[in-house]
């Protein structure tokens, strides 16, 4: 266990998530009147996360990513990141995503908000690469998702390029990152690859979503605009095996956090 920082649970240090919060289950609201004002009140609670999450940074002098409360803010802040920059006015839409931004967040404050000085593992220039870009990526897919969801409901057009897009930036940041933590895994670990349940399951999210590529390029699957909204909605059920999955129900991960 690595050294703990004293008053780990001050109501000051938390006050920023607890405001973040509130802004996030506020999104839920203000989406079912005003759609498109859903995008200010969540840009509001980003600011207020990323206050909070910077501080603890600044007290333990590094990522703030060293247990399970930074790993569930940190999830929750890159889809609410991901959500603000890619926003449309949709109900649908902009409710989903401010509820998975709203439940990571309580999954994270469900857990001790204890400080800790990282370990030497952690203390090297690919973990803090690999492992924002990792949650940028999930944030996007979870976007994607999202827009799955108001597809099937409204099939609108628009949101297949959406989703498409989306799936292919998230791609894009999951291949960096897979690259990052293959160096990271020989510094920490000697080997570039180990038959890890975090690993595989990187592996097996890779693939999926290089399917996005395959079905743009293929025309007997372009001529089926399904096929996108069930990748992005298989695809985020494969993040949260990935994600939650693979640190507390497949057994001891190299990766568990």
Known sequence: ???????????????????????????????????????????AGVLAHVAALATRGVLIGYLP???????????????????????????VHGAFLALVAV?????????????????????????????????????????????????????????LVRIHRLALQGFGLWSVAM?????????????????????VWSVILWFHYATFVHVRLAPSLRTRPWVGPVLAGVGFAWVLVAYVGTSFFFGRSSHAF
């Open 65 to 91: 990513l060293t247990n399970k409360f930074e790993s569930f803010a940190t999830a929750s802040l890159a889809v609410a990141i991901a959500a603000v920059i890619a926003w449309r006015p949709s109900r």
């Open 103 to 159: 439940a990571a967040l309580s999954a994270a404050l469900a857990f001790p908000p204890v400080l800790g000085y990282p370990p030497p593992l952690m203390r090297t220039l690919w973990y803090p690469l690999h492992v924002p870009l990792s949650f940028l990526a999930y944030g996007l897919w979870t976007v994607a998702a999202a827009g799955a969801l108001a597809w099937a409901l409204d099939r609108d057009p628009v949101w």
């Open 179 to 199: 690259v990052c933590g293959g160096v990271w895994g020989v510094l920490a670990w000697g080997a570039y690859f180990l038959w890890d349940p975090k690993v």
């Open 1 to 43: 266990m690595p050294p703990t920082l004293p008053d780990g649970g001050q109501p000051l240090l938390m006050a920023g998530f607890v405001v973040a919060l509130a802004l996030y289950a506020a999104t839920v609201a203000t989406v079912a009147f005003r759609p498109a004002a859903g995008r200010l009140v969540m840009a």
